[in-house]
């Protein structure tokens, strides 16, 4: 199952995400989302566990758990669905 992990700290690590779910069990991948042009965290973050139940549960435990003072917040990761395309250096027309 993948999971959303938001409202981290920015200086949380990816070693320190998937340290944070080990807990609860198997941890395939955990990546903080980082900003392309600073390379800084963008504050949330996503982990892939094998196992259903073991998500479930690390969800229910990590959710609202204050971490670095920020309350996470956690749930199954939503796809992405459809995007527009963005819209670089046109005027605004309003």
């Known amino acids: 199952m993948n ?11 990816d070693e ?8 609860f ?12 042009d600073t390379g800084r965290s963008r504050g949330f973050g996503f982990v892939e566990m094998p196992s259903q139940a ?4 690390a969800i229910s435990a990590l959710n609202q758990k204050d971490l670095g003072g920020r309350a996470l917040n956690v749930n199954q990761a939503r796809p992405r669905g459809e995007r527009r395309p963005r819209e670089f250096n046109r005027p605004r027309s309003w």
Do not use: K
């Open 16 to 23: 320190e995400l998937r340290e944070l779910f080990a807990e």
């Open 25 to 36: 069990g198997e941890v395939a991948s955990a990546s903080v989302i980082l900003d392309r």
């Open 54 to 57: 073991e998500a479930e549960a």
């Open 3 to 13: 999971i959303y992990v938001g409202n981290l700290p920015y200086s949380t690590t």
